[in-house]
Each structure stands twice: as structure tokens, then as C-alpha cells.
């Protein structure tokens, strides 16, 4: 492993504990983050810190960038001065496990074939405790070939890696797991509200509620955290807003996506009422 370079762009949240495991994993690590002190965090655990995307890729066989949106994905791997596609060798494979929009994706990939560099969209599902245990779900699209290669990297960080065909499907596959996290998170924030206002038991009918078919496994963890008002931030309401506006942009039929329009108000407003540092949640103070 020793002998396999990878980068690692951007040590956020998600980012700095997906490279971890990569350091645990004996592979040859050099990181970037923009905030340089993180990743100097990481040069006293092995890795090697470099101060550009640029620097950070050279002679490395994977690329993974894990960054907030688009424009920092278009900044970390294109930018004129600092972009890593202009440092990375012929034959590399570029990894981009950021949650992205399927337009910008494809719009990646023909970057990345007249670069001669084999591209795969990574984003992944599962929060930060999924990442600290190395049990996040990918969904993977691209050059078959590469993900070939890139599997065993990609398995040292998620217990589950699903291979979805063409560039493209994987953005599409997280956004609609997104969506419906949020649309789950809406619903029982208002729902519980109702049975407040009703002055009801919510641990009581919540409890009902749990043994029927419509409940599914996330709404344990959602309406704990609702009800012990644990809003520390996992998945904050700000990211799954961003999420929902991106969503939005692969269906030109709006009103095919009412209810998607209302659930992104919701978080929206979260944002509105100062609430978007806090997990995704924590919407459902709008309905105390």
C-alpha cells in the first residue's frame, strides 16, 4: 500500500475522517484543505501537506476531493493557478466525492478525458460516525476500468460500494437519498409539533407510531434527537438546503416537484431563523 499514492482534497467535517482511514490504511497520503492548519494536523499523523491542490497531486495514483459544493469542486480541480488537474499524471484517476449536480458532473468528465485521466463520481452516504468507523455508503459512476482500480481505496472507507453506470447516476442517487432524509425530517418535525400543540405524549404516540409500516429505521434517530433537542451538527440544515436547491436543477418539470419545493422552504427558512449551523434537525424548532 505503501507503494500507492493517493490526495486528499479538503478536511472538512467528512473529509478529514475519510482520510484517516487512509492513513490507518498505510497508503501514501499527501493532503490539501484550504484552511492549512487542519492539514498540518495531519502531517504529525504520517501525511504529507501540501499547500495547493496542484502540489498536492503530484506523481499520486488517486485523487479524492471531498469539498462543500460546486464551485469549490470547480475551484479545487480547475482553477488557472492552483487546480489539481494541471499537476496530475497521465493514467491517475480523479475521485470526486463531493455532493455535486449531475450537470456539473458530466461536465467534469470531458475535462477529465481530454486530460487523459480516468474520472469517478464518489459521493458517499452516512454521517460523521459512519466515517470515524470506515462504514460510509458509496454510490460510484464512471469509467468501469477505474473503479476497478480505485475499489480497494474506496474500501478502506465505506463498508458498501455501489457501482451505478454512467457519470451522472451517483449525484442523482445521493441527492435523492438527501431529499429523502429531508422530507422525513420535515414531516416529523411538523408531526411532532401537532402532537405538542395538542398537548400529547410525544415519547407515547411516537412509540404507537414505530410499530407500523410507515416507520422507517432514520426516524428512530430523527425524533430522538427532536425530542432530547440534540441539534449538534451532524448533517447541518444549511447543507441539506443546498442539496434540495441542487436537486431541483434535474427536473425541468417544477411541478413535478411540488413537495421537494416545500420541504426546501422549510430548511430555507431554517436558515432565515439562524438555525443553519445546526443539525438538519434543527428545522424543527419552526414548529414549537
Known amino acids: 500500500m505503501k507503494n500507492v499514492k493517493i490526495a486528499f482534497l ?7 475522517r475519510m482520510a484517516s482511514q487512509l492513513i490507518k490504511a498505510g497508503y501514501d ?19 504529507k501537506h501540501a499547500m495547493t491542490p496542484k502540489e498536492a497531486v503530484i506523481d499520486a495514483d488517486f485523487v479524492i476531493s471531498m469539498v462543500r459544493d460546486n464551485e469549490a469542486s470547480k475551484d479545487v480541480w480547475f482553477n488557472d493557478e492552483t487546480g489539481a488537474v494541471s499537476g496530475m499524471k497521465k493514467g491517475a484517476v480523479a475521485i470526486e466525492s463531493s455532493t455535486l449536480t449531475p450537470g456539473w458532473i458530466k461536465e ?10 480516468s474520472f469517478l463520481e464518489a459521493p458517499v452516504s452516512g454521517t460523521r460516525p459512519q466515517a470515524d468507523s470506515a462504514q460510509l455508503i458509496y454510490f460510484v459512476a464512471g469509467d468501469k476500468e477505474a473503479f476497478d482500480i480505485a475499489k480497494p481505496v474506496l474500501e478502506k472507507m465505506g463498508s458498501k460500494i455501489n457501482f451505478l ?11 435523492v437519498t438527501n431529499s429523502l432524509l429531508g422530507i422525513q ?9 401537532v402532537i405538542k400543540s395538542n398537548n400529547a405524549n410525544v415519547t407515547e404516540i411516537l412509540n404507537a407510531v414505530s410499530q407500523t409500516s410507515p416507520w422507517a429505521p432514520i426516524n428512530n434517530f430523527i425524533s430522538s ?8 451538527p451532524l448533517f447541518p440544515v444549511e447543507l441539506i438546503s443546498k442539496d434540495f436547491n441542487y436537486i431541483s436543477t434535474i427536473n425541468d418539470a417544477d411541478e413535478q416537484i411540488s413537495l421537494l419545493k416545500r420541504v426546501s422552504e422549510i430548511f ?15 428545522v424543527s424548532k419552526l414548529f414549537e
Open 10 to 16: 479538503g478536511l472538512g467535517a467528512m473529509g478529514s
Open 29 to 47: 497520503l499527501t493532503v490539501w484543505n484550504r484552511t492549512a492548519k487542519t492539514a498540518e494536523e495531519f502531517a504529525k499523523n504520517g501525511a
Open 185 to 193: 425530517v420535515a414531516a416529523l418535525s411538523e408531526l411532532i409539533g
Open 108 to 117: 467534469m468528465v470531458g475535462i477529465f478525458y481530454k486530460e487523459e485521466i
Open 225 to 232: 434527537t427532536i425530542i432530547n433537542q440534540n441539534f449538534a
Open 268 to 282: 430555507h427558512a431554517g436558515i432565515d431563523n439562524g438555525l443553519g449551523d445546526l443539525n438538519m434537525t434543527g
Open 165 to 175: 453506470g454512467e457519470p451522472g447516476n451517483a449525484a442523482i442517487t445521493k441527492l
